[in-house]
């Protein structure tokens, strides 16, 4: 089966550092890339960025470029979001999900279940 | 970034109606057009890729048309398992961007 397994929920300071992670399995995890997406809470979807996983190529909205990085361990099929100074504004949902091309596009086919980040003092 | 516009944003309606949601884009997009289908606690399922196209496994009741900037998804029929949030997406260009959703509830 072809899934995406996402680390446990997280309760963190501000200004604290975190690392969530995202792994895969059921298929090549080096040949399709992971993107981040956002959910705050009652809120919709926001697309973070991609991290190709063959190569750690990096593409990241200019919404979290500079707040956010993303790697990937290709030993390990797992991909990781990490945050070095959490705001309490970074509390939501981040859902992991595998690029794929159907047809001549994008989409997002095969997503991990959440890992919900909140961030309080 | 090209904005994405769905509307309506929430929509009441009863098992058996026929509803569409639309989805306009801020320019053209092609039909780099996702639909997305949310249940509450749940991550995001793919419906309909390349604005029209079905992911495996999604029921027939679901459609989607369009090209360039306007575009619709339609359930012929609505069954009890479709009451959710739909969220259209593009992939013409990064940053990727999604619609800001529509809530389907059951009048």
């Known amino acids: 089966e072809v899934q995406l397994v996402q680390s446990g929920a997280e309760v963190k300071k501000p200004g604290e550092s975190l690392r969530i992670s995202c792994q895969g399995s059921g298929y090549s995890f080096t040949t399709y890339w992971i993107s981040w997406v956002r959910q705050m809470p009652g809120k919709g979807l926001e697309w973070m960025g991609r991290?190709?996983?063959?190569?750690?190529?990096?593409d990241y909205s200019p919404s979290f470029q500079g707040h956010v990085t993303f790697s990937a361990d290709k030993s390990d099929s797992t991909a990781y979001l990490h945050w070095g100074s959490l705001k309490a504004s970074d509390t939501a949902m981040y859902f992991c999900?595998?690029?794929?091309?159907?047809?001549?596009?994008?989409?997002?086919?095969?997503w991990g279940q959440g890992t919900m980040v909140t961030v309080s003092s | 970034d090209i904005q994405m516009t769905q509307s309506p944003s929430s929509l009441s309606a009863s098992v058996g109606d026929r509803v569409t949601i639309t989805c306009r884009a801020s320019?053209?997009?092609?039909?780099?057009l996702n639909w997305y289908q949310q249940k509450p606690g749940k991550a995001p399922k793919l419906l309909i890729y390349?604005?029209?196209s079905f992911q495996s496994g999604v029921p027939s009741r679901f459609s989607g048309s369009g090209s360039g900037t306007d575009f619709t998804l339609t359930i012929s029929s609505l069954q009890p398992e479709d009451f959710a949030t739909y969220y259209c997406?593009?992939?013409?260009?990064?940053?990727?961007?999604f619609g800001q959703g529509t809530k389907m509830e059951i009048k």
């Open positions: 997406q593009q992939t013409y260009t990064s940053p990727w961007t």
């Open positions: 320019q053209s997009i092609g039909r780099y």
């Open positions: 999900a595998r690029r794929a091309i159907y047809g001549s596009g994008d989409t997002l086919d095969i």
């Open positions: 390349a604005a029209s």
């Open positions: 991290i190709d996983p063959s190569d750690s190529y990096t």
